[in-house]
């Protein structure tokens, strides 16, 4: 039998491949032939790479290739080939399943490409490989290939019954330890949004219910963290979705947390108050809003009605139990610099737990890619093939656009600044005007010359505020103290982070910490263990001058942006304390 690998390059180690894993497990792939997968990341060196791969002895090497990584794939083949010229060098995914025969000529040491769907090209070929059937290539649809001189394509292969679909994962999950784990439920995508390759698939396929619940109950039973559905509109279907949420719910163990893809506008009023229900942490969605232009909206061929989705966003706000992580895409067509102020500042009111604020990708084989010259689209010739300028967008802005963005990650998705956020951003005339002028302080001070720490983050911000004569100097420390508190305990803060209530309750803050009882009622997780080890993994710090708050921090036990849980205690409690510590 041929030596065969299944290679996949991530872009973070965290990222598991669910290709691969579909690929060998299909039709019983690995155990009937010799089949090696392996998965690397683009932080790692092409010899690194080269080396562990010649080591394998590979007879044919197949790369499951996307925007992330075919840049160092198209290193890494002549790499490869210089090695190992007798090996045959594959691609599958969505990066080479369209215009493959030009990738096949632009890269020579390219030798076959298998577009679309993997599972059943793939088996295949292996079969073909190994046991000789097909007898040629040439019966195998799906497939790119190198035949002398000429470059040959087969038909495309039909849509695969999803029921045929393995369980991706080994049943304890070794695979994945430490990584996200994705699962999908569906394939395809009911709308035709021009940037993306899911319009290009026409309809809809469900994998069957009953396969669905089972697979989602190993991911219970192991109380893995989270697990990410790649569907791209989970909801299209109510009852698809609702049989897998009430599921969910129903057989729900206190632990993982299930990210979902959905279109906001179509949850009707009883999913909407279903969702209500549900554990908090249970699920999370996203949504994607990309554009509130009119205009933009009708170029693209989306069919979101922006008002109906705040409205739903929230109501599901309201609720308190669903992170919610919002879209927007800069540089559509019509969207401008003003326009895409607009926008973000409409998304921004709708205060999502993220907003992420992307740069439009020119995909092969998407309506964008189609009509680049009517939008007068200049992008990098390079993947992601991220844009450049538009017929309303020059360079200047998107430059500026992208300083902007890296403060909206900075010190917003991060999760780190929410409270002194809350209080500086309504100081300035919008949502966006804050993050603008805080990008431009940025690039001014040349703090994008290098990465920033999480205090050297406080201390730019800190710099940022003080040309704001409105800013109130302590009620902002504050509440910059609180938010480094929530994000893990205290050790060492800025120096000019100079408001602090210790002195004045030290003394109840140790008298709780010496209570059994009060332990257990606002830390019960920690009933039971000793006051050195809750006062280790916990902190307690009265915040505030005027009207002080004291707030109990526990760090075991925190959220998807990695906030601690907290609870208030009342300042009469530390007070009695302090009393009887003192009698």
């Known amino acids: 039998m041929k030596k065969i690998v299944l290679a996949a390059v991530s872009a973070k180690y965290i990222h598991s491949s669910l290709a691969l894993r579909y690929l060998s497990r299909f039709a019983d792939n690995g155990t009937r032939h010799n089949l090696q997968t392996i998965e690397f990341t683009i932080n790692q060196r092409l010899d690194f790479i080269a080396d562990e791969l010649f080591r394998q002895a590979p007879d044919v090497i197949l790369f499951s290739c996307y925007i992330w990584n075919v840049e160092i794939l198209r290193q890494l083949c002549p790499l490869l080939k210089k090695i190992m010229p007798e090996c045959i060098i594959g691609f599958g995914g969505p990066e080479v399943s369209y215009e493959s025969e030009t990738f096949l000529r632009e890269n020579p040491a390219a030798d076959i490409i298998m577009r679309g769907e993997g599972e059943q090209v793939f088996t295949e070929y292996l079969n073909h490989l190994d046991f000789g059937e097909p007898v040629s290539l040439h019966d195998i649809n799906g497939l790119t290939f190198r035949e002398g001189e000429c470059i040959c394509s087969t038909p495309q292969q039909q849509p695969l019954d999803l029921a045929q679909l393995p369980f991706p994962y080994k049943e304890d999950f070794s695979d994945v330890q430490n990584q996200i784990i994705y699962y999908e439920s569906q394939r395809g995508c009911p709308y035709s949004c021009g940037y993306c390759l899911s319009s290009i698939e026409k309809g ?24 990410k559905f790649i569907d791209r509109t989970f909801n299209c279907k109510k009852s698809h979705a609702m049989a897998i949420w009430q599921y969910l719910q129903q057989h729900d163990n206190g632990v993982t947390n299930f990210h979902f893809e959905i279109t906001a506008d179509l949850l009707d009023q009883e999913t909407i108050d279903f969702l209500r229900t549900v554990r908090k942490g249970l699920f999370q969605f996203e949504i994607g809003v990309q554009s509130t232009n009119e205009k933009t ?7 979101v009605n922006f008002t109906k989705l705040s409205g739903i966003v929230r109501q599901i706000k309201e609720g308190n139990n669903i992170h919610q992580h919002l879209d927007l895409i800069a540089g559509l067509p019509y969207e401008d610099y003003a326009s895409f102020e607009r926008s973000f500042n409409d ?237």
């Open 204 to 227: 809809v396929r469900f994998v069957p219910l009953d396969k669905v619940l089972a697979d989602l109950q190993k991911f219970l039973d192991h109380n893995v963290r989270q697990v």
């Open 297 to 303: 909206i009708q170029a693209i061929n989306r069919n």
């Open 347 to 583: 998304v921004y009111a709708l205060r999502p737990e993220q907003l992420q604020l992307g740069f439009l990708k020119v995909l092969k084989g998407s309506m964008i890619y189609q009509r680049q010259k009517d939008f007068e689209i200049v992008y990098q010739d390079t993947a992601p093939y991220e844009v450049l300028t538009t017929h309303v967008l020059p360079y200047v802005d998107t430059l500026r656009l992208k300083y902007v963005e890296e403060m909206v990650e900075s010190y917003y998705n991060s999760g780190k600044f929410l409270h002194t956020l809350d209080y500086l951003v309504p100081l300035y005339d919008t949502p966006f005007s804050f993050f603008e002028q805080l990008s431009q302080y940025w690039v001014a001070e040349n703090c994008h010359y290098q990465s920033q720490s999480k205090l050297g983050l406080c201390d730019i911000l800190w710099r940022f505020v003080q040309q704001n004569e409105w800013v109130q100097t302590r009620k902002f420390q504050w509440l910059l103290k609180f938010d480094l508190a929530l994000h893990e305990k205290p050790r060492k803060l800025p120096a000019w982070l100079t408001v602090s209530n210790d002195a004045r309750w030290h003394d109840g803050v140790f008298a709780f910490y010496c209570s059994a009882e009060q332990i257990g009622q606002y830390l019960p997780h920690y009933r039971g263990m000793e006051n050195k080890v809750v006062a280790r993994q916990t902190h307690l710090e009265v915040f505030g001058d005027e009207n002080p708050t004291a707030v109990v921090f526990d760090y075991v036990h925190k959220d998807l942006l990695g906030n601690a849980e907290y609870k208030i205690v009342p300042l009469e409690l530390l007070q009695a304390l302090c009393q009887t510590d003192e009698k």
